[in-house]
Protein backbone atom coordinates (compact mmCIF):
# COMPACT_ATOMS: atom_id res chain seq x y z
CA UNK A 1 0.00 0.00 0.00
CA UNK A 2 0.81 3.01 -0.96
CA UNK A 3 2.04 5.85 1.51
CA UNK A 4 -0.51 8.69 1.48
CA UNK A 5 0.90 11.89 -0.13
CA UNK A 6 1.88 14.36 2.28
CA UNK A 7 -0.34 17.16 3.03
CA UNK A 8 0.71 20.37 0.64
CA UNK A 9 1.84 23.14 3.10
CA UNK A 10 -0.74 26.56 2.83
CA UNK A 11 1.29 29.28 1.52
CA UNK A 12 1.63 32.29 3.92
CA UNK A 13 -0.70 34.44 3.00
CA UNK A 14 0.50 38.11 0.97
CA UNK A 15 1.87 41.20 2.96
CA UNK A 16 -0.88 42.83 0.54
CA UNK A 17 -3.25 40.31 2.08
CA UNK A 18 -2.42 40.62 5.65
CA UNK A 19 -2.72 44.62 5.53
CA UNK A 20 -6.32 44.47 3.75
CA UNK A 21 -7.74 42.32 6.33
CA UNK A 22 -6.13 44.57 9.00
CA UNK A 23 -7.72 47.70 6.78
CA UNK A 24 -11.28 45.80 6.83
CA UNK A 25 -10.86 45.40 10.47
CA UNK A 26 -10.15 48.77 11.96
CA UNK A 27 -12.61 50.31 8.96
CA UNK A 28 -15.12 48.00 10.62
CA UNK A 29 -14.75 48.51 14.10
CA UNK A 30 -13.01 52.07 14.50
CA UNK A 31 -15.59 53.99 14.61
CA UNK A 32 -18.24 51.82 15.14
CA UNK A 33 -21.11 52.83 17.59
CA UNK A 34 -23.53 49.47 18.21
CA UNK A 35 -21.48 49.22 21.41
CA UNK A 36 -21.46 52.96 22.80
CA UNK A 37 -19.11 55.96 21.72
CA UNK A 38 -16.86 54.92 18.82
CA UNK A 39 -12.75 53.71 19.72
CA UNK A 40 -11.56 56.25 17.50
CA UNK A 41 -8.10 55.18 18.08
CA UNK A 42 -6.66 56.00 14.23
CA UNK A 43 -6.65 59.61 13.69
CA UNK A 44 -5.92 58.77 9.28
CA UNK A 45 -4.92 55.47 7.87
CA UNK A 46 -2.39 55.63 5.40
CA UNK A 47 -3.37 55.28 2.04
CA UNK A 48 0.08 54.26 0.66
CA UNK A 49 0.11 51.29 3.40
CA UNK A 50 -0.98 48.57 0.35
CA UNK A 51 1.35 50.00 -1.97
CA UNK A 52 4.17 49.51 0.71
CA UNK A 53 2.91 45.91 1.24
CA UNK A 54 3.11 44.89 -2.27
CA UNK A 55 6.38 46.19 -2.30
CA UNK A 56 7.74 44.32 0.35
CA UNK A 57 5.78 40.98 -1.40
CA UNK A 58 8.22 42.06 -4.71
CA UNK A 59 11.50 42.57 -2.53
CA UNK A 60 10.40 38.76 -0.75
CA UNK A 61 9.46 37.18 -4.32
CA UNK A 62 12.69 38.45 -5.58
CA UNK A 63 14.62 36.94 -2.40
CA UNK A 64 15.61 39.67 -0.43
CA UNK A 65 15.58 38.51 3.55
CA UNK A 66 12.93 39.28 5.54
CA UNK A 67 13.03 41.75 8.40
CA UNK A 68 12.48 41.19 12.08
CA UNK A 69 9.01 42.81 12.03
CA UNK A 70 8.31 41.54 8.14
CA UNK A 71 5.02 42.92 7.25
CA UNK A 72 4.06 43.64 10.89
CA UNK A 73 0.95 46.21 10.63
CA UNK A 74 1.95 49.31 13.69
CA UNK A 75 0.34 51.99 14.42
CA UNK A 76 2.22 55.53 14.67
CA UNK A 77 1.66 58.19 17.27
CA UNK A 78 0.34 61.58 15.82
CA UNK A 79 3.57 63.01 17.18
CA UNK A 80 5.54 61.42 15.24
CA UNK A 81 6.68 62.82 11.55
CA UNK A 82 5.77 60.67 8.22
CA UNK A 83 6.82 61.15 5.27
CA UNK A 84 3.82 59.51 3.76
CA UNK A 85 1.19 61.44 6.43
CA UNK A 86 0.76 64.62 8.20
CA UNK A 87 1.44 65.49 11.80
CA UNK A 88 -1.26 67.02 13.53
CA UNK A 89 0.17 66.73 17.19
CA UNK A 90 -3.50 65.43 17.82
CA UNK A 91 -4.25 69.69 17.35
CA UNK A 92 -6.20 71.97 14.93
CA UNK A 93 -3.78 73.80 14.64
CA UNK A 94 -1.47 72.10 13.04
CA UNK A 95 -4.02 69.91 10.62
CA UNK A 96 -2.15 69.77 7.29
CA UNK A 97 1.29 69.66 8.99
CA UNK A 98 3.19 67.40 6.23
CA UNK A 99 7.06 66.24 7.43
CA UNK A 100 9.26 65.71 4.67
CA UNK A 101 10.82 62.89 6.15
CA UNK A 102 10.31 59.96 8.34
CA UNK A 103 11.11 60.27 12.88
CA UNK A 104 13.86 58.36 13.36
CA UNK A 105 11.89 55.53 15.25
CA UNK A 106 9.54 55.78 12.38
CA UNK A 107 12.34 55.02 9.58
CA UNK A 108 14.12 52.30 11.83
CA UNK A 109 10.25 50.14 11.63
CA UNK A 110 9.96 50.33 8.32
CA UNK A 111 13.32 49.69 7.88
CA UNK A 112 12.76 46.11 9.66
CA UNK A 113 10.05 45.57 7.01
CA UNK A 114 6.94 47.00 9.48
CA UNK A 115 3.98 48.43 7.28
CA UNK A 116 2.26 51.76 9.03
CA UNK A 117 -1.33 51.33 9.13
CA UNK A 118 -2.08 54.66 9.93
CA UNK A 119 -1.53 57.72 12.98
CA UNK A 120 -3.03 57.45 15.96
CA UNK A 121 -5.11 59.57 18.07
CA UNK A 122 -3.80 61.90 20.74
CA UNK A 123 -3.97 63.91 23.15
CA UNK A 124 -3.52 67.36 22.01
CA UNK A 125 0.08 68.33 22.12
CA UNK A 126 0.67 65.39 24.18
CA UNK A 127 -0.94 66.92 27.04
CA UNK A 128 -3.42 65.41 28.89
CA UNK A 129 -4.59 61.98 30.17
CA UNK A 130 -8.12 61.67 28.47
CA UNK A 131 -7.46 60.93 24.92
CA UNK A 132 -9.18 64.35 23.81
CA UNK A 133 -8.15 65.36 20.18
CA UNK A 134 -9.04 68.58 18.08
CA UNK A 135 -7.54 67.24 15.41
CA UNK A 136 -9.91 63.58 15.87
CA UNK A 137 -12.21 63.87 18.77
CA UNK A 138 -12.38 61.59 21.62
CA UNK A 139 -10.60 58.09 21.96
CA UNK A 140 -12.67 55.17 24.41
CA UNK A 141 -10.97 52.72 26.27
CA UNK A 142 -10.60 49.01 24.38
CA UNK A 143 -12.28 47.20 27.01
CA UNK A 144 -15.09 49.99 27.58
CA UNK A 145 -15.73 52.44 24.83
CA UNK A 146 -17.33 55.10 27.99
CA UNK A 147 -14.43 54.88 29.99
CA UNK A 148 -11.41 56.56 29.49
CA UNK A 149 -8.48 55.36 27.71
CA UNK A 150 -5.35 57.01 29.13
CA UNK A 151 -2.88 59.34 27.38
CA UNK A 152 -1.41 61.33 25.76
CA UNK A 153 -0.66 57.89 23.75
CA UNK A 154 -4.23 56.98 23.70
CA UNK A 155 -4.74 55.64 20.32
CA UNK A 156 -1.50 53.66 20.22
CA UNK A 157 -2.56 51.97 23.49
CA UNK A 158 -6.47 51.33 21.78
CA UNK A 159 -5.14 50.32 18.93
CA UNK A 160 -3.20 47.68 20.43
CA UNK A 161 -5.96 46.73 22.95
CA UNK A 162 -8.49 46.69 20.29
CA UNK A 163 -6.28 44.32 18.44
CA UNK A 164 -6.04 46.03 15.73
CA UNK A 165 -2.38 45.95 15.42
CA UNK A 166 0.18 43.79 17.83
CA UNK A 167 2.13 46.81 18.16
CA UNK A 168 2.11 50.60 18.39
CA UNK A 169 4.34 53.53 18.47
CA UNK A 170 4.27 56.35 21.55
CA UNK A 171 5.61 58.58 23.68
CA UNK A 172 5.99 59.16 27.25
CA UNK A 173 6.29 62.78 28.91
CA UNK A 174 4.59 61.32 32.45
CA UNK A 175 2.41 58.36 31.82
CA UNK A 176 1.53 59.37 28.43
CA UNK A 177 3.06 55.46 27.43
CA UNK A 178 2.42 53.35 30.93
CA UNK A 179 -0.90 54.66 31.64
CA UNK A 180 -2.97 53.85 28.35
CA UNK A 181 -1.02 50.58 27.95
CA UNK A 182 -1.91 48.93 31.46
CA UNK A 183 -5.56 51.12 31.08
CA UNK A 184 -6.36 48.94 27.78
CA UNK A 185 -4.58 45.32 28.63
CA UNK A 186 -0.96 45.79 26.79
CA UNK A 187 2.57 46.35 27.67
CA UNK A 188 5.05 48.84 27.37
CA UNK A 189 8.59 50.23 28.30
CA UNK A 190 9.59 53.63 29.39
CA UNK A 191 13.29 53.88 28.62
CA UNK A 192 16.17 55.28 30.15
CA UNK A 193 15.84 58.77 29.24
CA UNK A 194 18.16 59.37 25.76
CA UNK A 195 18.27 55.82 25.68
CA UNK A 196 15.56 55.53 21.87
CA UNK A 197 16.45 58.50 19.70
CA UNK A 198 13.56 61.03 19.72
CA UNK A 199 14.42 62.83 16.12
CA UNK A 200 11.80 63.60 14.16
CA UNK A 201 9.47 63.37 17.86
CA UNK A 202 7.69 67.02 17.89
CA UNK A 203 9.80 68.00 21.10
CA UNK A 204 7.22 68.73 24.02
CA UNK A 205 9.33 67.90 27.32
CA UNK A 206 12.95 68.97 26.97
CA UNK A 207 14.21 66.60 29.50
CA UNK A 208 11.85 64.04 29.98
CA UNK A 209 9.89 63.37 26.61
CA UNK A 210 11.13 59.86 24.82
CA UNK A 211 9.52 57.61 22.38
CA UNK A 212 8.62 53.89 23.29
CA UNK A 213 6.12 51.06 22.16
CA UNK A 214 2.71 49.36 23.24
CA UNK A 215 2.67 45.31 22.39
CA UNK A 216 0.63 42.62 22.84
CA UNK A 217 2.71 41.16 25.09
CA UNK A 218 6.84 41.51 25.84
CA UNK A 219 7.80 38.89 24.13
CA UNK A 220 6.89 41.73 20.49
CA UNK A 221 7.84 44.41 23.08
CA UNK A 222 11.30 43.18 23.20
CA UNK A 223 11.22 42.35 19.44
CA UNK A 224 10.57 46.01 18.59
CA UNK A 225 13.27 47.88 21.33
CA UNK A 226 15.45 45.36 19.19
CA UNK A 227 14.42 47.61 16.47
CA UNK A 228 14.56 50.82 17.91
CA UNK A 229 17.95 51.07 19.83
CA UNK A 230 20.92 49.16 17.93
CA UNK A 231 22.37 48.50 21.37
CA UNK A 232 19.67 46.55 22.49
CA UNK A 233 20.85 43.45 24.04
CA UNK A 234 18.34 40.58 23.29
CA UNK A 235 19.29 37.81 25.34
CA UNK A 236 19.35 39.95 28.54
CA UNK A 237 15.13 40.51 27.74
CA UNK A 238 14.23 37.27 27.19
CA UNK A 239 12.23 35.63 30.39
CA UNK A 240 14.48 33.46 32.34
CA UNK A 241 13.19 29.95 34.09
CA UNK A 242 12.21 31.89 37.09
CA UNK A 243 13.48 34.61 39.51
CA UNK A 244 15.72 33.04 42.09
CA UNK A 245 17.94 35.84 43.18
CA UNK A 246 16.03 38.84 42.34
CA UNK A 247 15.15 40.84 44.97
CA UNK A 248 11.88 43.62 44.62
CA UNK A 249 10.33 45.81 46.52
CA UNK A 250 7.08 47.68 46.74
CA UNK A 251 7.47 51.53 46.93
CA UNK A 252 4.97 52.58 49.21
CA UNK A 253 5.90 56.47 48.87
CA UNK A 254 8.57 58.54 46.98
CA UNK A 255 9.12 61.77 48.42
CA UNK A 256 5.86 63.61 49.58
CA UNK A 257 3.91 61.48 47.23
CA UNK A 258 2.26 58.44 48.67
CA UNK A 259 2.33 55.56 46.54
CA UNK A 260 -0.17 53.13 48.45
CA UNK A 261 -3.49 51.77 46.78
CA UNK A 262 -6.52 54.05 47.22
CA UNK A 263 -9.10 50.97 46.01
CA UNK A 264 -9.72 47.34 46.71
CA UNK A 265 -9.23 46.62 43.32
CA UNK A 266 -6.05 48.35 42.99
CA UNK A 267 -4.70 47.06 46.29
CA UNK A 268 -6.15 43.32 45.48
CA UNK A 269 -3.88 43.54 42.24
CA UNK A 270 -0.82 45.04 44.21
CA UNK A 271 -1.29 41.89 46.04
CA UNK A 272 -1.66 39.60 43.36
CA UNK A 273 1.59 41.12 41.62
CA UNK A 274 3.84 40.39 44.88
CA UNK A 275 2.22 36.55 45.07
CA UNK A 276 2.99 35.65 41.60
CA UNK A 277 6.92 37.10 41.86
CA UNK A 278 7.02 35.26 45.03
CA UNK A 279 5.86 31.88 43.20
CA UNK A 280 8.41 32.55 40.18
CA UNK A 281 11.09 32.63 43.23
CA UNK A 282 11.58 36.72 43.67
CA UNK A 283 12.25 37.84 47.06
CA UNK A 284 9.63 40.72 47.49
CA UNK A 285 10.14 43.41 50.46
CA UNK A 286 7.40 45.48 51.20
CA UNK A 287 6.34 49.09 52.13
CA UNK A 288 9.75 50.55 51.16
CA UNK A 289 9.96 54.68 51.92
CA UNK A 290 12.34 56.95 50.09
CA UNK A 291 12.58 60.37 51.76
CA UNK A 292 14.39 62.91 49.79
CA UNK A 293 12.69 62.70 46.38
CA UNK A 294 11.36 65.93 44.30
CA UNK A 295 8.57 63.92 41.93
CA UNK A 296 6.92 67.52 40.86
CA UNK A 297 6.95 67.67 37.54
CA UNK A 298 5.75 71.63 36.88
CA UNK A 299 6.61 73.94 33.70
CA UNK A 300 9.68 73.72 33.97
CA UNK A 301 10.30 70.53 32.54
CA UNK A 302 8.48 71.81 29.08
CA UNK A 303 10.81 75.48 29.17
CA UNK A 304 12.61 75.81 26.05
CA UNK A 305 10.43 73.24 23.80
CA UNK A 306 8.90 76.64 21.89
CA UNK A 307 13.04 76.97 20.12
CA UNK A 308 12.84 73.43 18.99
CA UNK A 309 9.84 72.95 17.89
CA UNK A 310 10.00 76.13 15.63
CA UNK A 311 13.69 73.88 14.54
CA UNK A 312 11.40 71.18 13.28
CA UNK A 313 8.18 72.81 11.78
CA UNK A 314 10.27 75.64 9.62
CA UNK A 315 11.15 72.41 7.54
CA UNK A 316 7.50 70.98 7.11
CA UNK A 317 4.90 72.87 4.01
CA UNK A 318 2.60 74.36 6.29
CA UNK A 319 0.49 76.70 7.40
CA UNK A 320 2.18 76.98 11.10
CA UNK A 321 5.56 77.74 11.22
CA UNK A 322 6.45 78.05 14.88
CA UNK A 323 5.47 77.60 18.27
CA UNK A 324 3.83 81.13 18.02
CA UNK A 325 1.96 80.70 14.62
CA UNK A 326 0.37 77.71 17.06
CA UNK A 327 -0.46 80.06 19.69
CA UNK A 328 -1.92 83.23 17.66
CA UNK A 329 -3.92 80.62 15.78
CA UNK A 330 -7.25 80.68 17.59
CA UNK A 331 -7.10 76.35 17.69
CA UNK A 332 -5.66 75.61 20.90
CA UNK A 333 -6.82 73.55 23.44
CA UNK A 334 -10.07 75.91 25.07
CA UNK A 335 -7.99 75.88 28.31
CA UNK A 336 -5.48 77.67 27.15
CA UNK A 337 -4.98 81.42 26.61
CA UNK A 338 -2.52 82.47 23.80
CA UNK A 339 -0.62 84.27 26.34
CA UNK A 340 -0.50 80.94 28.26
CA UNK A 341 0.21 79.08 25.58
CA UNK A 342 3.44 81.22 24.73
CA UNK A 343 4.64 81.45 27.92
CA UNK A 344 4.35 77.25 28.88
CA UNK A 345 7.41 76.99 26.19
CA UNK A 346 9.34 79.89 26.55
CA UNK A 347 12.83 79.99 26.73
CA UNK A 348 14.32 80.05 30.93
CA UNK A 349 17.38 78.55 31.16
CA UNK A 350 17.26 78.89 35.39
CA UNK A 351 14.13 76.86 35.26
CA UNK A 352 15.56 74.40 33.01
CA UNK A 353 18.64 73.78 35.05
CA UNK A 354 16.58 73.59 38.12
CA UNK A 355 14.81 71.02 36.24
CA UNK A 356 17.81 69.07 35.33
CA UNK A 357 19.10 69.30 38.71
CA UNK A 358 15.91 67.70 40.03
CA UNK A 359 16.08 64.76 37.57
CA UNK A 360 20.20 64.71 38.43
CA UNK A 361 19.21 64.26 41.96
CA UNK A 362 16.03 62.03 42.03
CA UNK A 363 17.98 59.29 39.32
CA UNK A 364 20.95 59.39 42.35
CA UNK A 365 18.72 59.08 45.15
CA UNK A 366 16.67 56.00 43.90
CA UNK A 367 20.07 53.88 41.92
CA UNK A 368 21.36 54.40 45.54
CA UNK A 369 18.48 52.89 47.52
CA UNK A 370 18.61 49.95 44.73
CA UNK A 371 21.97 49.50 45.28
CA UNK A 372 21.87 49.82 49.06
CA UNK A 373 18.79 47.35 48.77
CA UNK A 374 20.24 45.06 46.45
CA UNK A 375 16.87 45.51 44.58
CA UNK A 376 16.42 44.68 40.88
CA UNK A 377 13.41 47.01 40.54
CA UNK A 378 10.67 48.61 42.60
CA UNK A 379 6.92 47.99 42.24
CA UNK A 380 4.39 50.54 41.85
CA UNK A 381 0.76 50.93 40.78
CA UNK A 382 0.56 53.65 37.70
CA UNK A 383 -2.54 54.81 38.82
CA UNK A 384 -3.63 54.07 42.44
CA UNK A 385 -7.30 54.11 42.11
CA UNK A 386 -6.55 50.59 39.47
CA UNK A 387 -8.22 50.73 36.22
CA UNK A 388 -9.49 53.14 33.86
CA UNK A 389 -12.34 55.32 34.78
CA UNK A 390 -14.81 58.08 32.87
CA UNK A 391 -13.01 60.92 34.92
CA UNK A 392 -8.78 61.17 34.85
CA UNK A 393 -7.38 59.72 37.79
CA UNK A 394 -5.65 62.31 40.32
CA UNK A 395 -3.91 59.42 41.58
CA UNK A 396 -1.33 58.66 38.59
CA UNK A 397 2.37 57.17 39.85
CA UNK A 398 3.78 58.62 36.60
CA UNK A 399 6.34 61.24 38.26
CA UNK A 400 8.60 58.52 40.29
CA UNK A 401 10.04 57.78 36.63
CA UNK A 402 9.23 60.65 34.64
CA UNK A 403 11.30 63.11 37.00
CA UNK A 404 14.37 60.41 37.15
CA UNK A 405 14.60 59.32 33.75
CA UNK A 406 14.83 55.78 35.19
CA UNK A 407 13.19 52.91 33.07
CA UNK A 408 10.31 51.54 33.75
CA UNK A 409 7.87 48.25 32.25
CA UNK A 410 3.98 48.28 32.61
CA UNK A 411 1.79 45.19 32.32
CA UNK A 412 -1.58 44.64 33.01
CA UNK A 413 -2.18 42.35 35.90
CA UNK A 414 -6.13 41.05 35.91
CA UNK A 415 -9.39 42.64 35.34
CA UNK A 416 -11.26 44.43 37.94
CA UNK A 417 -15.04 43.68 38.99
CA UNK A 418 -16.16 46.02 35.97
CA UNK A 419 -13.54 44.06 33.45
CA UNK A 420 -10.96 46.41 33.18
CA UNK A 421 -7.58 46.01 33.06
CA UNK A 422 -5.65 46.96 36.15
CA UNK A 423 -1.46 47.26 35.86
CA UNK A 424 1.61 47.56 37.47
CA UNK A 425 4.93 49.25 36.51
CA UNK A 426 8.82 48.01 37.33
CA UNK A 427 11.09 50.81 37.63
CA UNK A 428 14.75 49.73 37.50
CA UNK A 429 18.33 51.26 37.39
CA UNK A 430 19.79 53.21 34.36
CA UNK A 431 20.55 51.59 31.69
CA UNK A 432 18.66 48.31 33.15
CA UNK A 433 15.62 48.21 30.60
CA UNK A 434 16.40 44.60 28.91
CA UNK A 435 16.26 43.19 32.90
CA UNK A 436 13.09 45.10 33.42
CA UNK A 437 11.36 43.58 30.26
CA UNK A 438 12.72 39.92 31.40
CA UNK A 439 11.58 40.42 34.75
CA UNK A 440 7.60 41.59 33.35
CA UNK A 441 8.24 39.02 30.85
CA UNK A 442 8.19 36.33 33.70
CA UNK A 443 5.32 38.09 35.55
CA UNK A 444 3.25 37.73 32.36
CA UNK A 445 3.70 34.15 32.01
CA UNK A 446 2.83 33.44 35.98
CA UNK A 447 -0.12 35.81 35.19
CA UNK A 448 -1.63 33.84 31.85
CA UNK A 449 -3.85 35.30 29.21
CA UNK A 450 -5.47 38.64 30.00
CA UNK A 451 -9.50 38.24 28.78
CA UNK A 452 -9.89 40.30 25.66
CA UNK A 453 -12.19 42.63 25.40
CA UNK A 454 -15.47 42.63 24.68
CA UNK A 455 -16.29 43.11 20.96
CA UNK A 456 -17.63 46.53 19.05
CA UNK A 457 -20.79 46.36 17.19
CA UNK A 458 -20.60 48.02 14.13
CA UNK A 459 -23.66 50.25 13.38
CA UNK A 460 -23.94 50.23 9.67
CA UNK A 461 -21.63 49.15 6.65
CA UNK A 462 -17.86 50.28 7.08
CA UNK A 463 -16.74 53.20 5.36
CA UNK A 464 -13.82 53.05 2.54
CA UNK A 465 -10.46 54.62 3.75
CA UNK A 466 -10.82 57.45 1.98
CA UNK A 467 -14.37 58.09 3.34
CA UNK A 468 -13.02 57.15 6.99
CA UNK A 469 -9.92 59.51 6.61
CA UNK A 470 -12.38 62.43 5.70
CA UNK A 471 -14.81 61.44 8.68
CA UNK A 472 -12.15 61.56 11.88
CA UNK A 473 -11.25 64.94 11.26
CA UNK A 474 -14.29 66.52 10.88
CA UNK A 475 -15.65 64.62 14.19
CA UNK A 476 -12.67 66.38 15.58
CA UNK A 477 -13.40 69.77 14.36
CA UNK A 478 -17.37 69.55 15.11
CA UNK A 479 -16.65 68.29 18.74
CA UNK A 480 -13.91 70.81 19.75
CA UNK A 481 -16.32 73.77 18.34
CA UNK A 482 -19.09 73.05 21.12
CA UNK A 483 -16.03 72.88 24.01
CA UNK A 484 -16.11 75.44 26.29
CA UNK A 485 -12.59 75.20 28.94
CA UNK A 486 -12.92 72.39 30.80
CA UNK A 487 -16.70 71.92 29.28
CA UNK A 488 -16.20 68.94 27.58
CA UNK A 489 -19.60 69.83 25.21
CA UNK A 490 -19.37 66.77 21.94
CA UNK A 491 -16.38 65.56 23.74
CA UNK A 492 -18.44 64.44 26.40
CA UNK A 493 -18.75 59.76 25.21
CA UNK A 494 -22.41 60.27 24.90
CA UNK A 495 -22.55 63.44 22.71
CA UNK A 496 -19.46 62.25 20.84
CA UNK A 497 -21.57 59.02 19.81
CA UNK A 498 -24.36 61.16 18.64
CA UNK A 499 -21.99 63.51 16.84
CA UNK A 500 -20.45 60.66 15.36
CA UNK A 501 -23.96 58.67 14.28
CA UNK A 502 -24.92 62.17 12.99
CA UNK A 503 -22.08 62.45 10.66
CA UNK A 504 -22.22 58.45 9.59
CA UNK A 505 -25.62 59.43 8.41
CA UNK A 506 -27.32 56.50 10.04
CA UNK A 507 -30.83 55.67 8.30
CA UNK A 508 -33.25 57.77 11.22
CA UNK A 509 -30.72 59.76 12.54
CA UNK A 510 -31.42 62.86 10.24
CA UNK A 511 -27.73 64.01 9.95
CA UNK A 512 -25.86 65.66 7.58
CA UNK A 513 -23.80 63.16 5.04
CA UNK A 514 -20.07 63.68 5.58
CA UNK A 515 -20.41 63.93 1.53
CA UNK A 516 -22.38 67.48 2.71
CA UNK A 517 -19.32 68.85 5.10
CA UNK A 518 -15.86 70.03 4.37
CA UNK A 519 -12.62 70.31 6.30
CA UNK A 520 -12.50 73.03 8.11
CA UNK A 521 -9.32 74.96 6.18
CA UNK A 522 -6.91 76.77 8.07
CA UNK A 523 -7.40 80.50 8.81
Not at 430 to 459: F, H, K
Request: glycine share 10%; proline share 9%.
Amino acid sequence: MLPAPAAAATPAPSCVARITAVQREILHRNLATGSGPPLNAFQQLNPYALEQAAALDRARAAGAPAGPLDCLPVAVKDNFASADQPMAAGSLALLGNQPAEDAEAVARLRAAGAIVIGKTTMDEFAFGIRGLSGAAGRVGNAYDPWLGPGGSSSGSAVAVGAGFVPLALGSDNCGSLRLPAVYNGAVTLRSTQGRFSSAGLLPIGFVNGTPGLIARDTGLLARGLAVLDPTWQAERAVAPPDLRGRRLAVLARAGDQDLAPTSEAAAAALSQAVDLLRAAGAEVVEALVLPGLDTRLGPAFVKGSGRRIDAQLVRYPGSRRSWDDICGSGRLPPEWTPAECRTLMASDPAAEQRARRQMASNRRLLEQALRAQRLDGLLLLPDRRGGARRDPSPAITCMVSSTSGLPAVALPLALDRRGMPVGLEILGASGGDEDLVAIAAVLEAQRGPLPPPRAVVPAGPPLDLAGHNRLVPLLGWQAWKSRRGEALGDLDPARFRRLTDDLLNRPGDGGKSILDLTTPASP
